[in-house]
Every structure is written in structure tokens, then in C-alpha cells.
């Protein structure tokens, strides 16, 4: 089973920038989505981004224009650059994997803290 483990969160102010990774310990079979999700303290788990094997992305609207997902494949690992930080981006952020073969897997990572200050 692939595992995804992600790094780069930590404390920004208002207005900056972070750039998250999320390193698979193996090749993500194609087809596939890999994206982000976060989850606010008390609130649910919600959706970010995400890009396909085929690199469409989807962003959430809360997130366009500030947020780009990306992802090596030869590094097999994805990143979301975040710019322009607001207090409400506060959340753990989460790495996915869904692996769209004969039997759809989906893999979570341990997720990374994203404290923003204001």
C-alpha cells in the first residue's frame, strides 16, 4: 500500500506563503486524482484542489487564484503553493490519493498543520 506523507506546513502571517509537498513512498498507478484537503478546527473536512493523472486541476472557490496544485511524477510528489494567506486558510491539510483502477482506492496522509496569523 502507498503511503503519502506531507510536509511544509507551519505559522505565516496574513498575506504569505507556504508551499506544501506530499511524497508517495511509491508510483501512484494511473489513472488517478491526487489533491488537497483541510480541516478547520470544529468544521469538517473540506475540499482544496485537486489534479488528475491527466493534470486537470479543480480548485475550490475559496482558493482560486491564490492556490496551485502541481505534482512530479518522477518524484512521485504533489505540492500546493499557497500565496496570499488569509486568517481562515488555518487548518491541518491533508494529501489524497484515489487510484481509479478496477477497484478504487483511496489513501490519505497524516496531514500538516497551516496556522495563518493575522
Known amino acids: 500500500q502507498v503511503k503519502l506523507v506531507e510536509s511544509g506546513g507551519g505559522l505565516v502571517q496574513a498575506g504569505g506563503s507556504l508551499r506544501l509537498s506530499c511524497a508517495a513512498s511509491?508510483?501512484?498507478?494511473?489513472?488517478?486524482?491526487m489533491g488537497w484537503y483541510r480541516q478547520a478546527p470544529g468544521k469538517q473536512r473540506e475540499f482544496v484542489t485537486t489534479?488528475?493523472?491527466?493534470?486537470?486541476?479543480v480548485y475550490a472557490d475559496s482558493v482560486k487564484g491564490r492556490f496551485t496544485i502541481s505534482r512530479d511524477n518522477v518524484k512521485n510528489t504533489l505540492y500546493l503553493q499557497m500565496n496570499s494567506l488569509k486568517p481562515e486558510d488555518t487548518g491541518v491539510y491533508f494529501c489524497?490519493?484515489?487510484?481509479?483502477?478496477?477497484?478504487?482506492?483511496?489513501?490519505w496522509g497524516q496531514g500538516t498543520q497551516v496556522t495563518v496569523s493575522s
Open positions: 489524497y490519493a484515489r487510484l481509479l483502477g478496477p477497484i478504487p482506492v483511496s489513501i
Open positions: 511509491g508510483s501512484i498507478s494511473s489513472p488517478n486524482v
Open positions: 489534479v488528475s493523472s491527466g493534470s486537470v486541476t
